[in-house]
């Protein structure tokens, strides 16, 4: 980095990179998170920045102004800067808030949504741990514990798996971490489902999804 405050073009990268998330434009949030950066802009401010185009994406969600598609193109917009940002954060000794798991349940091979969850957390500063898809309950729990996580992810798509969330909470609260908390989501799952097996959590949606993970283990959302 650069010496001294930040300069006009950091600033003017910043303001560039939030709309480019916004748009999607995945080479140009590159450009512009590295401009941020050899422009003297904090690590954290350059998070920030990206976490709050991400929030103008989730409420244009919420109000139907776009649709998965658009939102995922702005997620890996995200997630590319979020790359070249990563190493500053660690080097300024901005640690994760919380470290999660994540997968979509055992029988069930869909992944956007739970792909836009991961990507979201990421932004909000959570370190994820992907599991992928068909994941079994027994490695959320294995692997809840092998890194410390204080959040489970589990996503499912279809009404055939979703029952298999509730063997996900009993393996995480019998092997898991103490403390662990289970957020749940997916097309068929509802508020109510969630509470029926015992989660600590529902998302409808990706963008909900910080809030919930960050309300469940007691951290305020930015």
């Known amino acids: 980095m650069l010496e001294g405050g930040p300069s006009r073009t ?3 990268a910043l303001d560039g990179l939030q709309q480019a998330i916004e748009t999607g434009d995945r080479a140009g949030a590159v450009r512009l998170a590295r401009e941020a950066i050899d422009g003297n802009l904090p690590a954290q401010a350059v998070l920030d920045a990206m976490t709050v185009a991400m929030g103008v994406v989730g409420a244009r ?3 139907n102004e776009i649709f998965v598609p658009e939102m995922l193109i702005a997620a890996r917009a995200m997630k590319a800067a979020t790359a070249i940002l ?3 954060l660690a080097g300024a000794g901005i640690a994760p808030v919380a470290t999660a798991v994540i997968g979509t349940v055992h029988g069930d091979l869909h992944e956007i949504g739970k792909n836009l969850v991961a990507m979201m957390w990421k932004g909000a500063n959570i370190a994820v741990i992907d599991l992928g898809t068909d994941v079994p309950a027994a490695q959320f729990a294995a692997a809840a514990r092998e890194h410390g996580a204080r959040l489970v992810g589990v996503s499912a798509l279809l009404t ?3 029952g298999g969330m509730r063997d996900v909470v ?3 609260r019998a092997a898991g971490p103490p403390g662990t908390r289970v957020i749940v989501g997916g ?9 029926e097996i015992g989660a600590d959590g529902y998302a409808p949606d990706g963008n909900s999804a910080v809030g919930v ?4 283990i007691g951290v305020a959302s930015r």
């Open 187 to 195: 097309a068929p799952v509802t508020a109510g489902f969630a509470r």
């Open 213 to 216: 993970a960050l309300a469940a």
């Open 10 to 12: 950091g600033v003017s």
């Open 170 to 172: 009993e393996a995480v």
């Open 86 to 88: 990563e190493p500053l």
């Open 160 to 162: 055939t798996t979703m």
């Open 61 to 63: 969600f919420q109000a």
